[in-house]
């Protein structure tokens, strides 16, 4: 079969053939890959920053597939359900896992890391990552449901409490992250203030539902956000990129929060933890997003109220998909078809 393989950190990605999968396990399945879409978090895989990376692995954890065969002890799930794939495989045993908090899952599995993941014709997976996707949604909704819509319900409704009529503030916004955000805000009832250092895609942001649009090129727009607010601040910043975490901190009014989603260059940043105490500011991590959450936002992309902003490639032009995400010259998600 067709698969994109790391085989050794900083070099170029290609297709190339590689032994079919044979034999399944108790509780596996196997997925014909639709869709599969390109994560910033495969882009900082590739470049070293998870050491524990097994390699050789197949990249890819932004799942639509198909299942075409099905192992021992596999309840719910039969040959040819259509399905969408959390990130990864929870254990199903821990007291995270009892508690539906799968996502911090300490045993979990991650694709594209631990195991082999869906940058590939066909993918193994358990069915404890699984949820049925309804057949009249497009292959880039089902795929982004997981590492993007569903991630984004995470961080919005579960750990960040956005309600309706709050003011958020959404960096990085002409990202495949940032583009389902402002969809996503606006439909709890939010107000959203969207960042992008792009000109070119203002427009397109207010068109999405921004009601304000900032161009920073060069990372600074606190000043700005606090002239829309009239010097109040929004109530809760989503940042995207990392590297702009002060001037979230500076954005966010008192006693408002930051929920922390992204962070495209993974190194120490300097902080003034004293805008956190003065201000009482909470600062959250939000990672992916549990199979509930899953469920929810295939019901979103079903409503009509998010479509995917995507522009899909072949697998082949695996390398070329990297390299737009790198040098910023994609808006909304990129996605790579086998």
């Known amino acids: 079969m067709k698969a994109v393989v790391l085989r050794k950190f900083k070099t170029p990605l290609r297709v ?35 050491p524990k990376t097994r390699l050789p ?40 896992c009892r508690r539906n908090e799968e996502n911090i899952c300490r045993k ?22 699984l949820v049925k996707a309804p057949e009249d949604l497009s292959p880039e909704a089902v795929a982004i449901s ?12 579960t750990r960040g409490k956005l ?23 606006k439909s709890y009832g939010a107000k959203v203030i969207s960042v992008t250092g792009r000109e070119e895609h203002a427009d397109k942001l207010y068109k999405l539902g921004a009601d304000h649009v900032i161009v ?27 590297l702009t975490l002060t001037e979230s901190l500076k954005s966010v009014k008192w006693g408002g929060r930051i929920i922390q ?20 500011v909470s600062l959250s991590g939000s990672l992916s997003c549990t199979k509930r959450e899953l469920s929810e936002a295939l019901e979103l992309h079903k409503s009509g109220k998010v479509k995917p902003i995507t522009t899909v490639l072949p697998l082949e032009q695996v390398e070329e998909a990297h390299r737009m995400i790198r040098e910023r010259r994609h808006f909304g998600r990129i996605m790579l078809k086998p």
């Not at 990249?59 to 039969?78: A, M, N, Y």
């Not at 990372?219 to 989503?238: E, P, Q």
Request: one cysteine or more; charged letters at 25%.
């Open 261 to 280: 989603v992204g962070n495209i260059k993974p190194e120490p940043i300097s902080l003034m933890i004293g805008y956190f105490i003065l201000k009482e």
């Open 146 to 157: 997981a590492c993007v819509t569903g991630m984004l319900i995470h961080a919005l409704k």
């Open 216 to 242: 920073s090129k060069d990372g600074a727009f606190s000043d700005k956000v606090k002239s829309i607010t009239d010097g109040v601040g929004v109530d809760i910043v989503l940042d995207c990129v990392g």
């Open 16 to 50: 190339e053939e590689v032994e079919e999968i044979k034999d399944l396990q108790r509780g596996e399945v196997l997925l014909r890959i639709e869709m599969t879409g390109v994560c910033y978090r495969d882009i900082l895989t590739v470049d070293g920053y998870f």
């Open 57 to 96: 692995v197949i990249l890819g954890h932004e799942i639509c597939g198909r299942i075409i065969d099905v192992g021992e002890d596999v309840p719910r799930f039969k040959r040819g359900d259509r399905v969408a794939s959390l990130t990864y495989i929870p254990c199903g045993e821990c007291d995270e």
């Open 108 to 129: 979990r599995l991650w694709f594209g890391e631990d195991i082999d993941g869906s940058y590939s014709e066909y993918l193994k997976t358990s069915y404890r990552s």
């Open 163 to 185: 309600m309706h009529t709050e003011k958020i503030l959404i960096t990085g916004a002409s990202g495949g992250v940032g583009v389902h955000a402002i969809q996503i805000a």
